[in-house]
């Protein structure tokens, strides 16, 4: 996953920096310092952040020529239905 990847997947679930690091589990900083391309996280973090987005609908496109990007699932769970620990929940298990 990419800044920009992760970037673009909230701006499809409509979530905020606070809202993702809530589903995935590491802190606020963490997907600030990401998305800003300050620092790399570790890669247990940057597995669960992935995680977080999957379960919430993000399909993660591989590069392809065209570039890297992300698109929601057509099944996916209602964003709206979903609460932000459940997500966390299912992270977990």
Request: net charge negative; hydrophobic share 40%; aromatic share 4%.
């Amino acid at each position: 996953m990419t800044p920009a990847q992760s970037r673009a997947a909230r701006g499809l679930l409509n979530w905020t920096q606070s809202d993702f690091s809530q589903a995935a589990g590491v802190s606020e900083v963490t997907v600030r310092n990401f998305e800003n391309e300050k620092s790399s996280p570790q890669r247990a973090s940057l597995q669960v952040m992935r995680a977080a987005l999957e379960t919430a609908g993000v399909i993660f496109i591989a590069e392809s020529g065209e570039g890297p990007g992300v698109r929601l699932r057509k099944d996916r769970p209602a964003a709206e239905g979903l609460k932000l620990d459940e997500l966390s929940a299912e992270n977990d298990g």
